[in-house]
């Protein structure tokens, strides 16, 4: 994932059911949005476990306000774990980005390198973005007497960065 987010030049479509990678995972998608790759994710609206709501929507702001476009599938609950960066890179799997997939459960992942797969997956994707998702909106700027905000993501991003080596 890291490798192929950071060479991303076009695009980086990730649907994944349980969100909450690591601090070096963040930084990449945020890198890659900055210097203008199409970054969006596709996550659960309606967990089947609230908390992962929560810790996702922990993070939204720090990556919305990078450019990072977020949205999420409100149908039932998301259990998609697939991603596709620019034409011809694609992972299809079980492995969720969060500490639990990528540590102590035993996932796997398929990385498939196929221009035509890549390409329908990527068309699946925009039509559940485009059919089936609402569009989170970047936060305003919090007011500087709101310290929770860096606080919040200081805890996020550093306390289980050392579990989460996407």
Not at 71 to 78: D, Q, S, V
């Amino acid at each position: 994932y890291l490798q192929a987010v950071r060479g991303a030049t076009r695009r980086v479509v990730i649907a994944n059911a349980y969100f909450f990678p690591g601090y070096r995972f963040i930084r990449e998608l945020r890198r890659a949005a900055r210097r203008g790759v199409d970054v969006c994710l596709i996550l659960q609206g309606e967990p089947d476990m609230p908390i992962v709501k929560t810790a996702a929507s922990l993070l939204y702001h720090h990556l919305t306000k990078a450019g990072v476009r977020i949205y999420e599938y409100c149908e039932r609950p998301l259990h998609g774990k697939v991603a596709v960066v620019d034409d011809d890179w694609s992972t299809v799997g079980s492995s969720n980005l969060d500490p639990l997939s990528l540590t102590l459960n035993l996932e796997a992942n398929l990385v498939i390198r196929d221009a035509a797969f890549a390409q329908g997956l990527a068309a699946r994707l925009q039509d559940l973005i485009d059919n089936h998702c609402k569009s989170i909106a970047p936060e305003p700027p919090a007011p500087p007497w709101a310290f929770w905000r860096p606080l919040s993501s200081f805890l996020m991003f550093h306390l289980p960065s050392g579990y989460s080596r996407c």
